[in-house]
């Protein structure tokens, strides 16, 4: 048990660590990852529409945020 409370501290510690511009990055990269796959497996929209989901929602959204962000 308590190499088990160990890992899951040092898992803790390491995502304090991760700044929020990267967190944001990854949660918008994760979202888009899973849209692209709902929109994929269940519609039939043209593969330009889906590279089209992962770009705003994975690299344009995150941009905007992260930049507001900042100012």
Known sequence: MRVADNIIS???HTL???SRENQTI???GLLALVLLYLVATLTTL????SIAVVIVVGVIVPQ???NTRGE
């Open 26 to 28: 990854l949660g918008f």
């Open 64 to 66: 905007v945020i992260n």
């Open 46 to 49: 043209p593969t330009w529409v």
């Open 10 to 12: 040092a898992t803790i």
């Open 16 to 18: 304090d660590m991760v």
